[in-house]
């Protein structure tokens, strides 16, 4: 496989469909808010974004606006318990969003800007993954929440590519061929990857909130 073919078939095809379209992805004005983020970072996978994940997102923004940092945010927890504050029953997504929250307590990490900083250090991505359910789309997806130009190869991307005829051999090949497209095409990757997940999921963009 040829990184470079792969990357000239994959802007061929995107050229070539009139029906797609490159759209701004949007700014995720509540990055600054830890709640708000793990919140979305471990709701969803394998849900409906719009109807399941954004509300519950909101939800722990405007209702618990103190959760912005973990000091705040497991005092809220305790306070409320887990279940109440994300409104969610399913025991393995509350069970992974714990774990998140008691290793960010044990690597004194307290804000989101603090977890990207962390991050940011490719040293420390063996440790975060080490979460059960926990990652590299889970991690790319947290960046760009926090405004990183990346790729986070979801389901959608996979079938785009696939739809392409795209060949790729694991999720770093796919990121990067979708990546260096974007910078062939002179985009944003952020841009590119809410234009194939808008594309791929059937939505008018005007009704849907994706970063």
């Given at each position: 496989?040829?990184?470079?073919?792969?990357?000239?078939?994959?802007?061929?095809?995107?050229?070539?469909?009139?029906?797609?379209?490159?759209?701004?992805?949007?700014?995720?004005?509540?990055?600054?808010?830890?709640?708000?983020?793990?919140?979305?970072?471990?709701?969803?996978?394998?849900?409906?974004?719009?109807?399941?994940?954004?509300?519950?997102?909101?939800?722990?923004?405007?209702?618990?606006?103190?959760?912005?940092?973990?000091?705040?945010?497991?005092?809220?927890?305790?306070?409320?318990?887990?279940?109440?504050?994300?409104?969610?029953?399913?025991?393995?997504?509350?069970?992974?969003?714990?774990?998140?929250?008691?290793?960010?307590?044990?690597?004194?990490?307290?804000?989101?800007?603090?977890?990207?900083?962390?991050?940011?250090?490719?040293?420390?991505?063996?440790?975060?993954?080490?979460?059960?359910?926990?990652?590299?789309?889970?991690?790319?997806?947290?960046?760009?929440?926090?405004?990183?130009?990346?790729?986070?190869?979801?389901?959608?991307?996979i079938n785009f590519l696939n739809k392409a005829e795209i060949d790729y051999n694991s999720y770093q090949s796919a990121k990067r061929i979708v990546e260096f497209t974007a910078d062939m095409l002179n985009v944003s990757r952020r841009?590119?990857?809410?234009?194939?997940?808008?594309?791929?999921?059937?939505?008018?963009?005007?009704?849907?909130?994706?970063?």
């Amino acid at each position: 496989m040829s990184q470079n073919i792969e990357i000239n078939k994959l802007i061929q095809f995107i050229e070539g469909k009139h029906d797609f379209s490159l759209i701004r992805s949007n700014i995720c004005f509540y990055n600054n808010h830890l709640g708000a983020v793990l919140t979305d970072i471990i709701l969803q996978a394998g849900l409906n974004y719009k109807t399941v994940v954004l509300p519950r997102v909101l939800r722990v923004y405007n209702n618990f606006e103190e959760a912005d940092n973990l000091e705040n945010l497991i005092f809220t927890i305790n306070s409320v318990g887990l279940e109440s504050f994300l409104n969610w029953k399913n025991h393995i997504k509350l069970k992974r969003f714990q774990s998140v929250i008691n290793f960010l307590d044990e690597s004194s990490i307290q804000t989101t800007s603090e977890l990207l900083d962390y991050l940011n250090d490719s040293s420390n991505l063996k440790y975060f993954k080490s979460i059960p359910g926990i990652g590299d789309k889970t991690i790319d997806y947290f960046f760009k929440l926090m405004h990183v130009e990346t790729i986070a190869v979801d389901r959608h991307i996979i079938n785009f590519l696939n739809k392409a005829e795209i060949d790729y051999n694991s999720y770093q090949s796919a990121k990067r061929i979708v990546e260096f497209t974007a910078d062939m095409l002179n985009v944003s990757r952020r841009d590119i990857d809410y234009s194939i997940w808008n594309y791929m999921s059937g939505n008018s963009f005007q009704n849907v909130l994706e970063f």
